[in-house]
């Protein structure tokens, strides 16, 4: 199962895409969980220690490997570099392992912010590509607010494509972007998790603003999950009603 998942800042995505990540390991299966968010706190939502946290580098970073797999520095201005770099070893060489969870931390390339066409964003997008097109492993990317990292062929690929939202107009706006994003992509369904629920009106408001999209499962506002994020914690074992909520939503995906 391939699993990507996005939505506005603060809303709640990756503590989704940690603790979904945690039981598909806890059921037997190998997992993958891709931080795809230049603004990268998927590690500490795992469960990795804040030393260990300090060890972690980001493969845009890693300038040597990327010149040694693409022929060309990142940085560099110009020049011709391979489009099609050899990435297989990657997932398994640069990953840092937790409960049965290999976790990449992608990094921001030059792209994002300047536009360029750089040798660590054709590196980033084909590992990506490679992730969820040849490996076998559950796939699970805590994306930002945007499908940057994605081309085409790798959308069409992935199984879900999931917009976390919570009661507002903004991050609705936010999901309904991404929904015109994902259809530039190929990508048919975009499914909603509603996070940070305090009311049945609060369901009432995300599924009258969300148009085509999917609703699959909610999740309650619940205050154990802000302290664990604001102490640097694993949300997976803070809470066990967070936890089943979203075991519950793990499920609606089986369903389909």
Known sequence: MKIAITGKGGVGKTTLSAILSHLFSRDGKTVIAVDADPDANLAAALGISESDLEGIRPIAEMADLIEQRTGARPGSAGGIFKLNPKVDDIPDACSRQIDGIKLLVMGKSKEASSGCFC?????????????????????????????????????????????????????????????????????????????????????????????????????????????????????????????????????SLDTY
Not at 150 to 177: C, M
Not at 184 to 192: A, N, P, S
Request: negative net charge.
């Open 119 to 251: 040798p660590e964003s054709v590196f980033l997008k084909h590992l990506l590509r490679h992730i969820i097109l040849n490996r076998d492993d559950v796939v699970i990317v805590d994306m930002e607010a945007g499908i940057e990292h994605l081309t085409r062929g790798t959308a069409e690929a992935v199984d879900f494509f999931i917009v976390v939202v919570e009661p507002g107009k903004r991050s609705i706006q936010t999901a309904l972007h991404v929904r015109e994003l994902a259809k530039g992509l190929g990508i048919k369904d975009v499914f909603v998790v509603a996070n940070k629920i305090k009311e049945d009106a609060n369901i009432t408001f995300i599924k009258d603003n969300i148009e085509d999209m999917k609703l699959i499962g909610s999740i309650s506002y619940n205050q154990d999950i802000i302290d664990a994020d604001i102490k640097g914690i694993s949300p997976f074992g803070t809470s066990q009603k967070t936890v089943d909520e979203i075991r519950k939503i793990k499920e």
